[in-house]
């Protein structure tokens, strides 16, 4: 098909929920063989639109042109067999089965196939993109990264020739990204059309033939990536001000300990040793599936450390969790903000209650309008939209959500903190705001920041801790520029003595 005309055209599309416009009058052309970037802040409506040309919502006006011609969708069988697919930031995936089976599941003959041999196909698909995983783990032990390869081996598995991509890249480490970029542009080289949803600039400009902008649900830009100038102009069509990544840590005087992990073992962690101390930030990277979520789980009491010390606030694991206050203590920002952190069909000041419900009761009553007051000024400070406490959960972008989870848990005034992809999702200015919430808290709380973004991490750590294959790798300053420069090697499991036999490592 001519790339002068477009393979899809979504024209004055609207969407609105209650009175609120998600959408309103959009137009975009998408073409086969482009990837086309969807931009804007949380809440702009990107994710929304995407949702009406894959069929999982109605639009309430305009129309969707495939190759010039109208189609309506009733659901997301219709827009599958369009030839339509999406990867969503939430994941659809069955957790009982294995990976192989998830990518087989309602594709037609997969039921007449062996597990042998749905397992080679797989395997063989994620060779091909270089996103290996194994086709036989079950999906419940797998990691956020992880489970994003299985979404999108799916996407690639059903050959569409539309791919929609929502923030894909929120759970992957930078060599992950790169496999999947060059992923994506062999499926554009196929004629394939490609749309692509993110918060990241340097990946829009990276990656993008074409860029959209939307912000409060409209388009404000839509042009090819050479026409864009800067990052910054980019930024400033997205928020409508000027946004500047970049934050001022200023050194801050570190005081007791509040978390010291000693010889922790218990599969797959091993050997695990590291300190967190008020006044600092310990930021821990390596690729998702290393051991990083089992240490998360442990510190933080989902699972009960193996052999080992594991010591919160000069307490051992036991006694701290046994007598925990709400307040004044340990605070969990968790990755899954959807499934843990959060009930999606409670509204937000039931799910603002659920870890501070001891701060608003008076002997067995709780105190719901305190509550929920205490909750509109967070919502405020967070800039948290719609801004409506009586909202459910899942009413709310995936950036807003996040916004929700951070609100309540730093209102507990923590002393240690537990931030697991903190920005995950968030756009720039969003994320300029958690970065700045996370160095003041700094001031008195230590924070363990585990993320996969390195640029997050060099920007807000004071030290850095790299994790593979369930070890600690190396803990150092955030200032050794040469142990930050080894990061790499250090994540794909090269120790240093391996590293200086490395010719210029």
């Known amino acids: 098909m001519s790339h002068d005309h477009p393979l899809i055209r979504l024209e004055g599309l609207t969407k609105k929920f209650g009175p609120l416009y998600a959408n309103r009058d959009i137009t975009l052309d998408i073409r086969a063989g482009r990837i086309k970037s969807l931009l804007g802040e949380n809440g702009a409506g990107k994710s929304t639109l995407m949702g009406m040309l894959a069929g999982r919502l109605r639009p309430d006006g305009g129309r969707i042109l495939i190759e010039g011609r109208p189609r309506h969708f009733s659901s997301a069988r219709d827009a599958i067999s369009e030839g339509i697919g999406m990867v969503y930031q939430h994941f659809m995936l069955v957790d009982a089965m294995t990976v192989a089976e998830n990518i087989f599941l309602g594709h037609p003959g997969g039921i007449l196939l062996q597990q042998d041999a749905m397992e080679r196909q797989v395997e063989a698909l994620a060779r091909q993109v270089r996103l290996e995983i194994d086709p036989r783990a079950r999906i419940a032990d797998l990691s956020m990264g992880e489970k994003q390869r299985v979404e999108i081996l799916k996407l690639l598995f059903r050959r569409n020739r539309v791919l929609i991509f ?5 759970v992957l480490t930078p060599q992950e ?4 970029f060059e992923a994506l542009r062999e499926m554009a080289r196929q004629d394939k059309a490609i749309v692509f949803i993110s918060h990241k600039l340097d990946e829009v400009l990276d990656l993008s033939d074409e860029i959209a902008v939307l912000r409060k649900g409209e388009v404000v830009a839509d042009m090819t990536a ?14 409508g001000r000027e946004v500047i990544l970049q934050v001022d840590r200023e050194p801050v005087e570190t005081r007791q300990t509040v978390l010291r992990v000693r010889g922790l073992n218990d599969a797959p962690l091993k050997d695990v040793n590291l300190t967190v101390r008020q006044g600092e930030i310990l930021g821990l990277v390596g690729v998702a599936g290393n051991g990083q979520k089992p240490l998360v789980e442990t510190i933080c009491g989902l699972r009960a450390p193996g052999t080992g010390h594991v010591r919160l606030m000069g307490q051992n694991w036991s006694r701290f969790f046994r007598k925990r206050r709400w307040d004044g203590n340990l605070s969990y920002v968790p990755e899954d903000r959807q499934g843990l952190a959060t009930c999606r069909n409670l509204s937000l000041t039931e799910n603002f209650l659920l870890t501070t419900r001891q701060g608003f009761s008076r002997g067995p009553w709780l105190q719901r309008p ?3 007051k205490r909750l509109r000024e967070l919502i405020q400070t967070f800039d948290i939209h719609p801004p409506d406490p ?4 899942r009413q709310l972008s995936g950036g807003n959500l996040q916004k929700m989870v951070l609100a309540r848990e730093f209102f507990r005034r923590p002393r240690l903190i537990v931030a697991e992809q903190p920005t995950q999702g968030l756009d720039i200015a969003a994320t300029e705001d ?7 808290a700094r001031s008195r709380a230590g924070i363990l920041l585990v993320t996969g973004d390195l640029a997050e991490a060099l920007s807000l750590s004071d030290r850095l801790a790299v994790m593979f294959d369930g070890r600690i790798v190396d803990t150092f300053d955030a200032d050794d520029r040469a ?20 010719p210029d490592a």
């Open 370 to 372: 305190a509550a929920e």
């Open 434 to 440: 958690v970065w700045g919430v996370l160095l003041k």
């Open 177 to 180: 990204s790169k496999q999947l």
């Open 226 to 239: 050479d026409r864009v100038q800067t990052k910054e102009a980019l930024a400033r069509l997205m928020v």
């Open 166 to 170: 929502d923030e894909p890249t929120a």
């Open 483 to 502: 142990k930050i420069d080894a990061i790499g090697l250090m994540m794909a499991g090269v120790t240093e003595t391996a590293r200086s036999a490395i």
């Open 390 to 393: 009586l909202s459910q959960a």
